[in-house]
């Protein structure tokens, strides 16, 4: 699929809307995990403020005419009435989103939220969609909150062991989101795991590569972790996500699943420079958010008991990958103390790590042609062996 800058606003309803498309600046994407969208109210309404990655859905109700909205970093907005969120599949055709129980999606992740907030006692009136991929996250507009809905049943302990590692973090001091604590979670909803985190304020500083390096040395220093974490196997989530692939060429599931399977034989014979000990598990700057002036850390669903060293890999891909200049990486490297290529090791969990990369947007292949493009492309530079092809960032 062409690039091209999609950076214009969005038609208003009736016009021709144009093919989803991703820009050169798709990774100049916010980080609206829990930004509560301030960081888009610092624009002029809707219009994006960058070339980025543009994917257009139309949010219809019952009655009214087709709106155009945008997803990250642009808002899904809940309006009232029965909802059915559907999305340009191709250029001229209006393609269904699969129904709630066939599919996690953007349209499926709206009557959760609604319950979940009626059972945690707030409203979902107004809320915003920030993002989709392993957790679908609203910012609400009746509360300074937002609400993390995961894809599944089967990440129920996952969710807990976040909920209790940000627990720990603030008994630590390290500057990290903090959970509700003023409610009772999470909360299960029609087979979907769900919490509630404090939204951030945003603004400035913005985060940087040192400040990972900081927040991390931090991390992996903080004491007493008295959560159960479990034993870090970084290809278990990739093979059960490989397992559930559904519209992957059947080509390209044998190749990953074959590399997988050979990753997880190299991965058992890896000796580490660092000890063993609490990792967040994916750790990027992407994870960093500005809450009150000051840096903070969040996500912390795959934390685990394993090697430092893979807390260090998204940094050092990041150069390869999504064009991070050399002398931030050093920066990186020498605020936390390590540079993780002088380890023998290194190509091995580089691969891996890539993988896992690769897993996680496939799992949207169905959502948009960018992100089915952008599976593709990683797909491809893996069977090649290509580690300087430019990945983009969603």
Not at 209 to 230: E, G, K, M, S
Not at 272 to 286: C, Q, V, W
Not at 297 to 315: K, Q, Y
Request: with cysteine; hydrophobic share 40%.
């Amino acid at each position: 699929m062409p690039v091209t800058d999609c950076s214009r606003r969005c038609p208003p309803p009736g016009e021709r809307y144009p093919p989803i498309c991703a820009s050169a600046g798709a990774n100049a994407l916010d980080s609206d995990l829990l930004l509560g969208g301030s960081s888009r109210r610092q624009g002029h309404d809707n219009t994006p403020p960058v070339p980025q990655f543009c994917r257009l859905f139309l949010i219809r109700a019952d009655a009214g005419m087709p709106t155009p909205g945008l997803d990250t970093p642009n808002p899904v907005i809940i309006r009232e009435g029965r909802l059915s969120l559907t999305r340009l599949g191709m250029p001229g055709i209006l393609g269904r989103v699969p129904d709630a129980a066939a599919e996690f999606s953007s349209s499926a992740a709206l009557p959760i939220l609604r319950e979940a907030c009626q059972q945690a006692g707030l409203s979902s009136d107004g809320a915003e969609l920030l993002r989709i991929g392993e957790n679908a996250n609203f910012r609400l507009a009746s509360a300074p909150l937002v609400v993390r809905i995961s894809r599944s049943a089967d990440r129920l302990p996952r969710v807990k062991r976040e909920l209790c590692v940000a627990r720990w973090l603030a008994a630590a001091e390290v500057p990290a989101v903090r959970m509700a604590e003023e409610i009772e979670q999470p909360l299960m909803v029609d087979g979907h795991p769900v919490s509630f985190w404090h939204a951030v304020t945003g603004g400035e500083p913005t985060p940087t590569h040192i400040d990972l390096a900081r927040l991390l040395a931090a991390y992996h220093a903080a004491p007493d972790c008295p959560c159960d974490l479990v034993t870090f196997e970084p290809l278990t989530t990739s093979g059960s996500r490989l397992a559930k692939a559904e519209g992957v060429d059947q080509a390209d599931l044998d190749f990953l699943q074959a590399r997988c399977a050979d990753l997880t034989n190299e991965y058992e014979h890896l000796e580490f420079a660092l000890p063993r000990g609490p990792i967040h598990g994916d750790a990027h700057t992407k994870n960093l958010l500005t809450d009150h002036g000051q840096v903070v850390l969040l996500d912390f669903e795959a934390a685990a008991i394993g090697p430092r060293e893979w807390d260090l890999m998204p940094t050092s891909i990041a150069v390869q990958r999504y064009g991070l200049p050399e002398n931030q990486y050093q920066e990186f490297a020498a605020t936390y103390g390590f540079d993780v290529r002088s380890w023998p090791g290194y190509p091995v969990l580089r691969e891996i790590r890539e993988l896992t990369m690769t897993t996680w947007i496939m799992q949207n292949v169905g959502e948009s042609p960018a992100i089915a493009a952008e599976f593709a492309l990683r797909v491809a530079s893996l069977r090649e062996g290509d580690r300087e092809r430019p990945w983009h960032f969603f």
